[in-house]
């Protein structure tokens, strides 16, 4: 294991709330990333980071923004949530050769 | 951009069967591809890669080859077991522009069921 992990494994929200997964690493890695795995689309780029305070956005980052003031830990934040981000999101860190190592996942609902 | 295409799923296979689940790729520049394997309730696990073309990626019996002529990084098995029941993603990386780190594209992913 890379020493990976994500919290909350599990949520429900209403819709409207703010929401902030954690993902926290053990490893010094620099670059780290969140994902969303939805049925039919594999897993989306949200937000990565490419260093402290360093975030760029990925293929679906409306609503959600990441925050990353230590090397270990990389937050996302959805300002109020949605129900079309009712998903599971991944936590990602990123090894040698490209090789990425992933978390457990937090599955999250908005009602 | 880039895109990676996967064989419509689901995969229901016989133990011992032999699996091919087909991978084709769009990218700029010159991409790595992987295989990766989430088991049911946990995150994904990479299970082989290939860096350039011609190269093959082996694991747990698993292999792939990178096909640069046809774009694509079929997954191959020749034996597959119950343990194997899973969903499988392939992705890639292309660092054009000289960037040093990838950005993983994955495919929509394909559930494998193996029976006894």
């Known amino acids: 294991d890379a020493g990976i992990t994500q919290s909350p494994r599990h949520k429900v929200t209403e819709t409207g709330t703010p929401v902030t997964l954690r993902c926290h690493q053990t490893?010094?890695?620099?670059?780290m990333y969140w994902y969303r795995q939805d049925p039919g689309h594999g897993l989306r780029l949200i937000h990565y980071?490419?260093?402290?305070?360093?975030?760029d956005k990925g293929e679906v980052s409306d609503g959600y923004s990441v925050s990353r003031s230590k090397t270990e830990d990389f937050l996302l934040t959805l300002e109020s949530a949605t129900s079309s981000q009712t998903s599971v999101y991944f936590c990602?860190?990123?090894?040698?050769?490209?090789?990425?190592?992933f978390g457990p996942g937090t599955r999250l609902t908005v009602t | 951009g880039n895109s990676v295409t996967q064989m419509e799923g689901p995969v229901t296979l016989s133990e011992e069967a032999f699996l091919t689940i087909n991978c084709t790729y769009t990218?700029?520049?010159?991409?790595?591809l992987f295989w990766y394997v989430q088991y049911p309730g946990e995150g994904l696990q990479l299970l082989l890669k290939?860096?350039?073309?011609?190269d093959k990626g082996s694991n747990k019996g698993f292999e792939a080859t990178y096909r640069k002529e046809t774009t694509s990084f079929h997954l191959e098995k020749g034996s597959v077991q119950v343990s194997d029941s899973a969903v499988y993603f392939c992705?890639?990386?292309?660092?054009?522009?000289?960037?040093?780190?990838?950005?993983?594209?994955f495919g929509q992913g394909t559930i494998l069921t193996v029976h006894p």
């Open positions: 990602a860190i990123e090894g040698s050769g490209s090789r990425q190592y």
């Open positions: 490893e010094n890695h620099r670059y």
């Open positions: 980071s490419y260093g402290v305070k360093d975030t």
């Open positions: 990218a700029t520049g010159y991409p790595s």
């Open positions: 290939a860096t350039k073309a011609d």
């Open positions: 992705a890639l990386v292309s660092n054009a522009g000289g960037t040093s780190y990838g950005k993983l594209t």
